[in-house]
Each structure stands twice: as structure tokens, then as C-alpha cells.
């Protein structure tokens, strides 16, 4: 048992240490994220260390595809880990399910040392029981059958072929502890039935796993979503079985829910929930952290938009709110239009060209003509879009030569019969625009299509044809630029092209 005794006379590590434990059983979701990124900003904000271990002891839900993309979201959204999954570290292995022989031992630890005890009852007598003791009105949990058994009764299951589970005792009294969220907390243990700690094939359930890696990991802080308020008490008589000096116990802070519209916890059923999802549909990393970061916290002035560096500067536990916080999906696209706006020029181009990549806009890699086109028209949209795929809408008609397609829609609505002769008129006075550039395309356009000396339309009526036919929809980047970008032969093509469809 030396080898993981647990720290009782050692001096702790120093310093906060406080993981994030997923276990992803899936893409990671919006309140795990919530979850890790306090973590993080506790840590950074403390000087201290911040650890990921992966709670896969359930490999039969938690696979290893799913765990790498847990890594790459948690990468994406900047929340490096100090110690972990393929950094390492000097508590290693980080994941539960390299570290079985560890769980093993305690759990033979704590059968010696009276903490633990075999429990045969079958998954139909608990039943059977728990239904008694409904119908009485009495509490439904473990009722402690196997706490106390005789030699003769141990021996008679084991030759029914009775294979048992390890069951931890749960001392009288109660918990009490100080949540950094919610102050002081107390858990009678008349609720906190004697509970499984592993399963009869001596594989380890959760809290006996998180309770024995917090104290192996030297875990100070543990920051983590409310749902798992009513497992504390758990943990800390497993931490106290352990051995482990009260000092020493990590301090909880639970984080309030994450909620749907609805007012439910958020789920697939109210909501989106997976973060793989936002970063598909073009949501950049810092607007997803920015906005989860205001889902129970704020900084104490009226500030909603920071950066990460700056949430961790001033992130503070105290100011976590106790109340639930509602996902709102608009407040998220306002803030990722405002960091659109916000990115560098050259950042911007960066970030939408794998989605013009992905919808097969540019090829993958990019020309070099396709980069420098993508460069020059990123300008006239990144102050109108507020997620990154709608980028592709907008620059599509740029790219696409022969497969140009006009919105069957808009054609409909705008390419009548009244326009052939706009359409027409503006392909000739753009056949003589001298030089091509935006302001000459809007002098020529507006003297063959608004002056009276040219058909003298209104603005409105004059332009929507012809941005259709350009650009394929009634809404697009600034016509006169995107004329430009477009070149003169094709835009004069598709002008011919709208004003023979329209008649
Ligand atoms: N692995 C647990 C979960 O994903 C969380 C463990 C913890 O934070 O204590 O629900």
C-alpha cells in the first residue's frame, strides 16, 4: 500500500490544484465547458496548476474517439492543462482507466480496514426491498442487509454462486462542509445510504475513483457542476476512510445549472448542448468562452465582453452566482458577431476559410488566386456576419464559375419581366466601365439606371435585379465592391444570363 498511501505526511504539492474530470460519453457539452473553463480561470487566476483527468471507467460509454475529441474541443477553446492527457505529469496516469490496479487496492484497503464490506444482495432483492420499504414510508436506499453477516450466511451465498459487490459503510451522523458557491452545507447521512464503491467483477464505481484520485492528485479545489452536490458527502467519508487529515480535503465550489428557455436544465430536448456543434456552425472559441464565462459569473463592473486572459485575471469564486443561469443562443451570436468584428483582418481570413474549404467554395488546400480573393472580399462581409459559416452564403457567387446558381427564390421575386431591360442596360454600361474599380462600376451603373438621362428608376427598383443577377441573392456584400471582385467578363455574363431568363 505504500506506493499510493495517501498524503498524510508528505507536505502537500502548495498551491491550488484543482482538475476537471469529464467523462465523455459523447461531444463534450455547453455545461461541461462551463465547468472546465472555471476551472481553468480558477487556476490561472491563482497561480495554480490545472489538472484533466478523464473519468472513463466505463469504457462501454466512454470511448476513446470521445476522448480525443474532448482534448481537441478543450484545446480549441484555449483551456491548455497543466497536467493531463498527453502532457503528463507527476501524478499520472490521468486516465481512470489506466489506474484500476490503484482502485483495486483501496478497495481491498478499505475492506480490512472495516470501511467496506461485501454485499450480496441480488439487484431483485434490492428491489423488492426498496418497493417494502416505499410502501412503508421509510427511507428506499441500501438498508444495510450485509453489513452484519455470519460466516454461515457469507457461506451459503457463495455457494448459491452469489458473486458480491464492495459496499462502503456510510457512518451515522452527518456532513458539513463550506461550498465555496453556496456556504455551508450539510448532508444527514440517514440520506446517504451505504453505497456501492465496486461493481462484482471488482471494477470501481465513481465516487470510490474520484474520491481516491482527488486525494492521489492532491487535488485542492474541487470546482464543479451543482448535479453533483449530493455526491460530496461520499467523497469526503471515502477521503476520511482514507485516512486523510480533515486539513487536507479538497474545498467544493458547485456551480449553479445551466439552463434551457424552458427553464429546464439544458439538454438536447431544450437546446443545443454539444460544443462540437457552435464550432461547426461557425462560433468562434473566444465567444463561446466569453459567453459561458457569464453563465454564473460576472466581473464586478457591467463589462459582458473580455477576453480570456482577462476572465482569468479577475475570476473569482465569490463572485459565482448561486442561481441557475439560462443558455440564451442570440446573446451567444451577438457576442460572436462582436468578436467577428473585433479579429484581426488577416485572423478573420484565417478563421473562414476552412468553411469555405469544408463547403467546397475554394479547394482544400486553397489556390493561391482563391486565398488572395478570399483576402480581398473579407472586408466587405466581416461586419455582417455574426457566425463564420455565413461566410459561404455571401462569397459563394465569387467563386462559382459555371455552377453560378441565382436563388430560385429572389430570381422569382426581382428577375421579372421589368428587369430584362435593366439588366441589359446595366450589362452595356458596364461593358464600357473604364477603369474597373467600385466607384467607376457605381457612376455607370447610376447614370445608365437612375440619372433621368438613363432610365431614371428609383435606386431600389434599379439595383435589386441586378444584385440578383450578380450576386444570385437579394442579399449580399456591398454590390459595387463585389462587381469588382467579380471581374467584368463574368459579371457581364451573368447580367446577359438574368436579362434573357427574365425575359
Ligand atoms: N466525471 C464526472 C462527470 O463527468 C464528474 C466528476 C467530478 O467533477 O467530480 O459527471
Redesign the pocket.
Known amino acids: 500500500m505504500t506506493e499510493h498511501a495517501p498524503p498524510a505526511d508528505d507536505q502537500p504539492a502548495g498551491g491550488v490544484r484543482v482538475?476537471?474530470?469529464?467523462?465523455?460519453s459523447g461531444d463534450l457539452h455547453v455545461g461541461?465547458i462551463r465547468?472546465a473553463l472555471y476551472d481553468w480561470a480558477f487556476a490561472r487566476h491563482t497561480g495554480g496548476t490545472f489538472v484533466l483527468?478523464i473519468?472513463d471507467t466505463d469504457r462501454s460509454r466512454v470511448t476513446t474517439e470521445y476522448i480525443a475529441s474532448a482534448l481537441d474541443t478543450l484545446r480549441w477553446l484555449g483551456l491548455e492543462w497543466d497536467e493531463g492527457p498527453e502532457v503528463g505529469g507527476p501524478y499520472g496516469p490521468y486516465l481512470q482507466s489506466e489506474r484500476m490496479d490503484i482502485y483495486r487496492e483501496w478497495v481491498q484497503r478499505l475492506l480490512a480496514d472495516g470501511h467496506a464490506y461485501y454485499c450480496y444482495c441480488t439487484t431483485e432483492e434490492l428491489a423488492a426491498r426498496r418497493e417494502a420499504a416505499r410502501a412503508g414510508g421509510g427511507p428506499s436506499g441500501y438498508d444495510g442487509h450485509c453489513r452484519v453477516l455470519t460466516a454461515e450466511q457469507v457461506r451459503a451465498y457463495q455457494a448459491e454462486g452469489r458473486m458480491p459487490v464492495v459496499r462502503f459503510r456510510m457512518p451515522e451522523g452527518s456532513t458539513t462542509f463550506t461550498d465555496l458557491v453556496r456556504g455551508e452545507v450539510t448532508f444527514d447521512h440517514q440520506h446517504v445510504p451505504d453505497f456501492v464503491l465496486a461493481r462484482a467483477d471488482s471494477s470501481p464505481l465513481?465516487t470510490l475513483a474520484?474520491a481516491v484520485d482527488?486525494v492521489l492528485m492532491k487535488i485542492t479545489h474541487?470546482?464543479?457542476?451543482e448535479?453533483?452536490l449530493s455526491?460530496t458527502p461520499r467523497?469526503i467519508a471515502v477521503y476520511r476512510a482514507m485516512g486523510v487529515p480533515e486539513e487536507r480535503f479538497p474545498v467544493f465550489a458547485h456551480l449553479p445549472y445551466v439552463l434551457g428557455k424552458d427553464g429546464q436544465r439544458l439538454s438536447k430536448r431544450n437546446g443545443v448542448v454539444s460544443a462540437n456543434w457552435y464550432r461547426q456552425e461557425g462560433f468562434l472559441p473566444e465567444a463561446i468562452d466569453n459567453y459561458l464565462a457569464l453563465l454564473g459569473w460576472s466581473p464586478g463592473d457591467n463589462r459582458e465582453e473580455f477576453t480570456l486572459e482577462e476572465m482569468a485575471a479577475e475570476f473569482d469564486l465569490a463572485r459565482v452566482n448561486k442561481n441557475a443561469a439560462q443558455f440564451d443562443v442570440r446573446k451567444l451570436e451577438s457576442i460572436n458577431g462582436d468578436k467577428i468584428r473585433a479579429l484581426d483582418p488577416a485572423d478573420f481570413v484565417s478563421r473562414i476559410i476552412p468553411f469555405l474549404q469544408r463547403a467546397h467554395v475554394i479547394g482544400d488546400p486553397p489556390s493561391d488566386a482563391e486565398v488572395a480573393l478570399v483576402t480581398a472580399a473579407a472586408p466587405l462581409i466581416q461586419t455582417r456576419i455574426s457566425r463564420l459559416t455565413e461566410a459561404v452564403g455571401m462569397l459563394v457567387f465569387l467563386f462559382a464559375g459555371a455552377g453560378f446558381e441565382v436563388d430560385a427564390q429572389d430570381a422569382a421575386k426581382v428577375l421579372t419581366p421589368d428587369a430584362a431591360p435593366v439588366l441589359r442596360a446595366a450589362e452595356a454600361a458596364l461593358a464600357e466601365a473604364e477603369p474597373w474599380t467600385a466607384e467607376v462600376i457605381e457612376a455607370a451603373l447610376f447614370a445608365a439606371l437612375v440619372e433621368p438621362a438613363g432610365l431614371g428608376l428609383k435606386p431600389r427598383v434599379a439595383f435589386a435585379p441586378v444584385r440578383v443577377a450578380v450576386t444570385g441573392h437579394r442579399v449580399s456584400p456591398p454590390l459595387y465592391q463585389s462587381i469588382e471582385l467579380l471581374g467584368r467578363e463574368r459579371t457581364l455574363a451573368r447580367l446577359a444570363e438574368a436579362a434573357k431568363a427574365a425575359g
Open positions: 482538475r476537471f474530470a469529464p467523462s465523455p461541461n465547468t483527468r473519468e465513481y474520484v482527488d474541487v470546482v464543479r457542476g448535479d453533483l455526491s467523497q
